[in-house]
T-cell receptor
């Protein structure tokens, strides 16, 4: 248990569906992240939020829409996804925003399958 | 951006000490070096962090030479459960708080 909780753990969705991934942390952290990890590939940073403000969008397609209503919650809204978007989506948090102390805590991830 | 270079894979046997070296030639003065461990279908888990010389905790040791252009993660007496991917990260200067993961080193521990 890392203190970062992601729901759901598994999700199967059609290409025309709309779904949302949720991430919650009560560690008092100010930075939250979304990562994508495709099979046998390194983690790809998608979005970074510092103090609820988006500070990084790593050229992510608009079919992925993040939302950070407060410093404890982070959402990833999904719509009209493609099969190649199937991956493990990981949320993380850290004290942030500086990374000279780069200890982050990761959730267990959501295994997304797009059919 | 401080890039890191690690071996793609390593094999070891139970009970052996494993040393994984990471190169980070462009490390900045304020950057720390951090190592994570990841098991399949799980999020990475923090192992150890250091700035210079040697750091030791209950899981591993981290050796950093004076020039800080490389670092070595040392896992004492590995077991089968240490089979995982190990990532070396170097913190970016600035305020964006990005954590950039490279390809990592896949460690396979054999009986």
């Amino acid at each position: 248990e890392t203190g970062v909780t992601q729901t759901p753990r598994h999700l199967v969705m059609g290409m025309t569906n709309k779904k949302s991934l949720k991430c919650e942390q009560h560690l008092g952290h100010n930075a939250m992240y979304w990562y994508k990890q495709s099979a046998k590939k390194p983690l790809e940073l998608m979005f970074v939020y510092n103090f609820k403000e988006q500070t990084e969008n790593n050229s992510v397609p608009s079919r992925f829409s993040p939302e950070c209503p407060n410093s404890s919650h982070l959402f990833l809204h999904l719509h009209t996804l493609q099969p190649e978007d199937s991956a493990l989506y990981l949320c993380a948090s850290s004290q942030g925003p500086r990374t000279d102390r780069a200890e982050a805590f990761f959730g267990q991830g959501t295994r997304l399958t797009v059919v | 951006l401080a890039k890191t270079t690690q071996p793609i894979s390593m094999d070891s046997y139970e009970g052996q000490e494993v040393n994984i070296t990471c190169s980070h030639n462009n490390i900045a003065t304020n950057d720390y070096i951090t190592w994570y461990q990841q098991f399949p279908s799980q999020g990475p888990r923090f192992i150890i962090q250091g700035y210079k010389t040697k750091v030791t905790n209950e899981v591993a040791s981290l050796f950093i030479p004076a020039d800080r252009k490389s670092s070595t993660l040392s896992l004492p007496r590995v077991s089968l459960s240490d089979t995982a991917v190990y990532y070396c990260l170097v913190g970016e200067s600035g305020n964006t708080g990005k954590l950039i993961f490279g390809q990592g080193t896949t460690l396979q521990v054999k009986p």
